[in-house]
Every structure is written in C-alpha cells, then in structure tokens.
C-alpha cells in the first residue's frame, strides 16, 4: 500500500489517538510543572453587638483576577513533585537522619501519601494476578471436559463478573458482604461475634479488594485459557496416553508448556489493568484504609474548593512512569520478535 | 481417537463438576442476590436483624402491603432522574460504537496492507497508548476543556471515548483483517478498484464477524465507563455508572440507599442481554489476542 492511501487511511484513527491519548500526557506533564493560585487573603474588621475584631478573608475580586491572568498558576518546576503528597524528599531525608531502627524508617515512608498508594497499588496487582492465573486456569480445565450441549450457558454463567463495569461489581458484592448483608451477617453468625465488620479492619478490607480483584478478573483469565486449550496438539496427548501417562502429567508436561504464553500475555493484561485499580475503593468505600495512586488522582481532580491540576499532573506522570516501568518486558519480547520475522 | 483422549475417571469428573458449580455460585449469585433484593425495601435488603428477612421480605410487607415493590425503581427512574442518565448512556454507547468501527476499521484496515516499517511502529504505540490508565488521561484533559469551553457536554465525552478505545479496536481488527487473504483486495485492485473501493466492497463483507466483534467492546467500554464520564460531563449530563455513584454519594444520607440498588439492575440487565446474544463474539474477540502471543 501505497504511503499516501495509507496516511488518509489512517488518519482519522491517528488524529483521534495523538490528540486525546497522546497530547494529554503533555498537558498532564506540563501541569503537573505548575502550581495553582494560591487564594488572596486580606485582613477585615468585621463587628458584631459584641465589638469589632479583625480577621482574615478570602479576596474573591483579586483571586478571580489573578486566576483569569495566569489560569494554569505559576510556574513551580518540580516542586509538585517533592512536596509532601508525592515522592517527599525532605520528609524522607529527615526520617532517614532521624531513625532509630529501619523498621521505623518504612512506617514512616509508608504514612506518606504517595508510598502509601503505591503500596497499595503493587500489593493489589501482584497478588491478584497469580491467583486469577490459577484459578481461571482450573475453571477453563474443568469446563472443557464438559458436554458441548451445556457448555454455552456455563460460559456466560462464568463470565458475569467481567461484564460488569467494576463499580457495579464491586457495589453487589459489597452489599452482601456488608455487615448487614447476607455474607457479612453469616460470618458474624459463624465467628460469633456480633461487631465484626470487614469495613472495620485494614487487613480485612485488604483481603476484600483483593478478593474482588480475583472474582473480576478470572472469567478474562479463563477465557483466554479456554481458547488456548482449543489449540493444544492431540497427538503428543494421545502419545503420551499411549506412554501411560496419567491425566495430572499430560497436563503438567504438555498443556502447561503449551499455554505458557498465554499465562505471560494474561499475566500482562492483568497488571496494566489492576494498576489503574480505582472504582472498587469507591464501590467498598474503603477511601480511608486502602488508596490507590488512581485515587489519589481522582482525588484531587474531584477536590471542593479548586481542582489542583497540579498534584493530579505529577501523580500522573509518576503513574505513567510506573506503567512503562510494567511495560518495558513486553516491549522488549514484541521487538525481539520483530526482528526475528525480519 | 476423540473417545480415547477425553475418557476421564470418576473421580476427576465428580471433581470437575463441583468445582463448576462453585465457581457459578460464586459469579452468578451476588447478581442474582441483587436483583432479587431490588424488589425489597431497605430494611430487607440490609437487614439488621436476619437476612431472611431479605428472602421472604418481611418489612416489605409491613411496609408496601405486597411480596415485591417497584417503589425504588419508580424513584429512581423518576424522581432520581435515571431515565435522563439511561438516554444520555445509550447516546454515548450508540456514537461511540459507531464512530469507533468507522475510525477502526479504516486504520486498522491500512495497518493489515501495509508492507513498511513504521505500522510496527504505530501498533506499539497502540500498544503502549492501551497500557495508559484513563485517570491520568482525563487530568490532561481537564484544563484545556475548561479553558476551550468544551468540558460537560456529551460530544467531547464520546469524542474521547473514542480515541481511547482505539489502541484496543486497532489491535484487533488489524489481528482480524490480517486473517482474510491479501490476494482478494490485490485481485480487485489489478481489476482496476481503488484502494477504498476494494476495502469497501470486498474486505467489508467478509469482515463482519471481526466487526461484530470489535463493536461488542467498544460498546461495552463505552457503557462501562466511569473515569472518563465521571469526571468530563456535568451532574445534567452524567450516563448511568457516574449516576449510580452519586446516587451512593447522595442518597445514603437521604435514607434511600435502595435506588442504588434499583439503578445497579437496570443499568446491568441490558449489558447482560447484548453479552447473551453476542457471546461468541466475545470470546472470539479476546482470543484473538492471546493465541497470537
């Protein structure tokens, strides 16, 4: 094809994608270098039957004008990203003079806003990835073993958690596991104690997001799994049969070799996606034990008093720089494998 | 040899079928639980005292004089304003599948013929353009919105969904496109077709599954949003995900925490009936991918 067929075909595409995925990091980047106007405070005597006393007052006139000179707020260079909220050097650097033990330096970094998210974020997207692979992997193993007649309904049985957007996920489960909910009231019942309340404890509330994160991602893993079992060659498993091997060695040393890409590109998939982990936290209203780096965004782009385009900018660029940093394997694989064909 | 390969003990079965039921137990109940509690009032569907109450809708009795009550799904649609939510998502659904499947398959269609170098290089960024989460997307949106004036309106909404699912529409169509044979456009072209000609008349109509498929996720993204929706369109303008939220953010104080739960099954019963009829689809569409890898 031709260079020109090609650039009018696909420009349309091209011109969506560079202005709303690609200039957008720049804007992001670009803000994130900015801070907001601060609110002018001027001094006002404001009396009452009481007296007169002196006291502070926003400026809304010279806010306003000061905003509509200079809206996108002065210029800060990396200070955004110092400051306490993101990467926190000062703070860091105090409590590394400071400490008395290493243990207490690491509670320290992790009372920090962004250590705290990124904690968060990872734990969620590294434990939640192997036990969708397993599970999703035994799921589509015992499905295939099934009549074809009552397979279908199964598979749409099976695949209802991923539909769902997450916040509706995550709400339905929420309300049962809720300690008035059929769940929450039963586990009560079982442990016998009448104020236990998964809401209560961060660990319990951990585990909760978590187990979410494995009930909406495994019908993807198992999915994926189901097909690739489709592929796997039937004659190294009737010669193996013919060997003897029993149904645990068949599948241990030829279907899993054989699906072992699938698991990389599930496992992949799986950690872009849960890095962005954002709507469950809001569905468990779990905001106070548990936040993400997503959170922390949304959070400040949902601010009352002024959006901080600046805050939400650096946690972005922080964020993508943590997605690249996910991304580099794979980016790596695709352009080794591009030079092989060539 | 079929028969051979697929004889399995007893055992292996009894095991193979429980596990099934398991696994649908845990997908399908919490659904089937809500959707059933959505015709209760709240003192059922949470139940302090015993969630039997939720089953044989005690309080609802008390309360309604009937077994089932159509209360919150009357408010919420009416009083809460669904109804305004419900039309803004199938606006967004139908524009963004739409123009996303034109944009798509024109791109993706280039991709597939292309001989040179740089399409690997379009589809990494694509690649790396999915990888992006929408959050930090819509923080370098925001800003110039405001500023252009554009922010809270419908189109810049469906606009922006559209871009952002098309790393993921490119990727598969290309993956589709790649799979029907070059010599059928490279026969139409010697026949004297235009490049879009041959795309039009002869890929098209062999495309249709791949499309189909291609349409099921965009769909789905665009009805499932809530980053992108939640946060680009005003209160006025909300589709059903941002609604049901602030319905939670709302109403929970209001003391009628049951039209959350109403929304969550109207928003949620038609997705499952477009997913039911298109299923194959579905699964075509997400091996694709992963067979390729």
């Not at chain 1, 782009?301 to 002024?306: A, D, F, I, Y």
Request: aromatic share 16%; with cysteine.
């Amino acid at each position: 094809m031709p260079h020109k067929t090609f650039f009018w075909f696909f420009f349309p595409s091209g011109l969506a994608m560079l202005l709303f995925i690609g200039l957008p990091i720049f804007s992001s980047l670009f803000q994130s270098l900015h801070i907001e106007t601060q609110q002018i405070l001027i001094e006002v005597e404001t009396c009452d039957p009481f007296g007169c006393e002196m006291e502070m007052q926003v400026d809304q006139d010279a806010t306003s004008k000061l905003r509509d000179e200079k809206p996108m707020g002065k210029f800060n260079g990396l200070g955004t990203y110092k400051d306490r909220n993101h990467l926190a050097f000062s703070e860091l650097g105090e409590a590394w003079g400071q400490k008395t033990s290493f243990k207490n330096f690491i509670s320290t970094l992790l009372n920090l806003p962004f250590y705290k998210a990124l904690l968060f974020t990872l734990t969620f997207c590294f434990t939640v990835t192997p036990f969708v692979i397993v599970l999703g992997f035994f799921v589509a193993l015992s499905l295939n073993v099934l009549s074809k007649s009552i397979k279908g309904p199964l598979i749409f049985g099976s695949i209802l958690p991923m539909i769902v957007t997450p916040l509706i996920g995550s709400l339905v489960l929420f309300w049962m596991i809720d300690a008035q909910g059929i769940l929450g009231a039963s586990l009560q019942f079982i442990f016998d104690d009448p104020n236990l309340s998964l809401k209560s404890s961060k660990n319990l509330t951990w585990m909760m997001l978590i187990i979410y994160g494995i009930w909406h991602n495994t019908p993807f893993a198992f999915i994926v799994f189901y097909a690739g079992l489709q592929t796997v060659p039937q004659d190294p498993v009737e010669a193996a049969i013919i060997d003897g091997a029993s149904r645990s060695q068949r599948v241990r040393f030829i279907v899993l070799p054989h699906l072992y890409p699938v698991a990389t590109f599930i496992a992949l998939i799986c950690l872009m996606d849960n890095f962005r982990v954002l709507e469950p936290i809001l569905g468990f209203s779990a905001e106070g034990v548990a936040q993400s780096l997503s959170w922390m965004i949304y959070q400040d782009l949902r601010n009352e008093t002024q959006m901080l385009f600046g805050s939400a900018g650096a946690t972005s660029m922080l964020t993508i720089i943590g997605v690249g940093i996910l991304l580099t394997p794979v980016l790596l694989r695709t352009w080794k494998e591009f030079k092989t064909e060539r | 040899m079929e028969s051979k390969v697929n004889k399995y003990s007893y055992q292996l079965k009894l095991f193979n079928t429980l596990f099934i039921i398991f696994w649908l137990l845990i997908s399908i109940f919490p659904f089937v639980w809500t959707f059933w509690g959505s015709f209760k009032v709240k003192a059922d569907f949470f139940s302090r005292s015993d969630w039997w109450n939720a089953i044989y809708g005690l309080n609802t009795i008390i309360e309604t004089g009937g077994r089932y009550t159509f209360e919150a799904y009357i408010n919420s649609w009416i009083e809460g304003e669904f109804w305004r939510a419900a039309r803004n998502t199938l606006i967004v659904t139908v524009s963004v599948t739409t123009i996303s499947l034109f944009l798509g398959t024109l791109g993706a269609y280039a991709l597939s013929r292309s001989t040179y170098k740089y399409t690997f290089w379009i589809l990494i960024a694509a690649l790396v353009f999915r990888a992006m989460p929408h959050i930090t997307l819509v923080s370098g949106y925001l800003f110039p919105f405001f500023q252009l004036k554009i922010w809270g309106i419908l189109p810049t909404t469906i606009i922006v969904l559209v871009a952002i699912n098309q790393p993921f529409t490119l990727w598969l169509l290309y993956s589709f496109f790649k799979t029907v044979p070059k010599e059928l456009d490279e026969s139409a072209l010697i026949d004297g077709c235009s490049y879009f000609q041959a795309f039009r008349h002869i890929i098209m109509p062999v495309m249709w599954p791949g499309v189909i498929t291609a349409g099921l996720f965009s769909l789905m993204l665009a009805y499932n949003d809530f980053t992108v929706t939640a946060l680009l369109l005003n209160q006025q303008n909300y589709t059903m995900v941002p609604k049901i939220n602030a319905f939670l953010g709302t109403v929970e104080h209001g003391g009628n925490y049951m039209w959350a739960v109403a929304s969550v099954v109207s928003a949620t019963a038609p997705l499952f009936m477009i997913v039911m009829f298109f299923q194959r689809n579905l699964i075509s569409g997400l091996t694709t991918g992963a067979i390729k890898g």
